[in-house]
């Protein structure tokens, strides 16, 4: 039985984990499922938006202990690169839709996303410590998110948190009653379908790269990546799309 499933609507392709039963967490099945859904995503030029989201009551609950306790366990040789370091370097912007508890890889996951919104009864937590390890992989993408006394404190408790100081952290960005979740992620994703592709691209490109550069290095890339754009064909129907106020071709 697929424990991911996938739904393309007008452009946005909605991923949604559905192993309940084990709390959607990281076994070798629902990884590589969802790897294999990443990708078609990724590649599909229909795709313009990507939504992640959860049945039952937990997002995610990070990695699958009854296979990593085993010797032989699969989920153990996950590239992280190929899951939690896909969505930074994806041209499309991908939407978390937590609709749950959501702990150790888990909060990766989320983190990940380029904008995530979360039941405001959800809890978080970086759990690891409690049985018997860290959240290593996981901190390539939440440290950057996070002020470093909030990630200490974070990582070395191990306790859970609502999802309100999950946004106050940085790990998220809002968390609103389950009854408003869908709504605010509408909002989200119709704003996302008014943007040029390839103007989403490159704003992520913008996140990614200018905070490596310095000063010098960054006004020079964003100063060429700029002219590109401004002489590029979707700039061109975008001006005049707003000059003749009607909606740009790409606007869904």
Request: aromatic letters at 6%; one cysteine or more; glycine letters at 8%.
């Amino acid at each position: 039985m697929s424990l991911v499933q996938t739904q393309l609507d007008n452009g946005v392709m909605t991923i949604t984990l559905t192993d309940g039963e084990r709390r959607n967490s990281l076994s070798a099945q629902l990884t590589s499922e969802l790897v294999a859904a990443l990708d078609i995503a990724d590649s599909d030029p229909e795709v313009r938006v990507v939504v992640l989201t959860n049945t039952g009551s937990v997002f995610c609950a990070g990695a699958n202990l009854s296979e990593r306790s085993t010797d032989d366990s699969r989920s153990g040789n996950l590239d992280p690169r190929s899951l939690f370091g896909r969505f930074r370097h994806s041209p499309k912007p991908y939407v978390g839709r937590i609709a749950g508890h959501c702990v150790a890889g888990g909060i990766g996951l989320a983190a990940a996303m380029d904008i995530s919104v979360a039941v405001d009864h959800a809890k978080f937590g970086f759990t690891e410590v409690r049985v018997g390890v860290a959240p290593a992989m996981i901190s390539v993408i939440c440290l950057p998110k996070m002020r470093a006394a909030d990630a200490q404190a974070a990582f070395l408790r191990g306790h859970r948190f609502p999802a309100a100081e999950a946004v106050q952290m940085g790990l998220i960005n809002a968390a609103v009653p389950a009854d408003r979740l869908d709504a605010e992620i509408d909002a989200i994703v119709s704003d996302l379908l008014a943007g040029e592709p390839g103007a989403i691209a490159a704003c992520k490109q913008l996140t990614a790269v200018v905070p490596t550069l310095t000063e010098d290095e960054a006004f020079t890339w964003t100063a060429e990546l700029s002219a590109g754009l401004f002489a590029g064909d979707a700039a061109r129907e975008g001006m005049t799309a707003f000059l003749e106020k009607r909606p740009a071709s790409w606007v869904r």
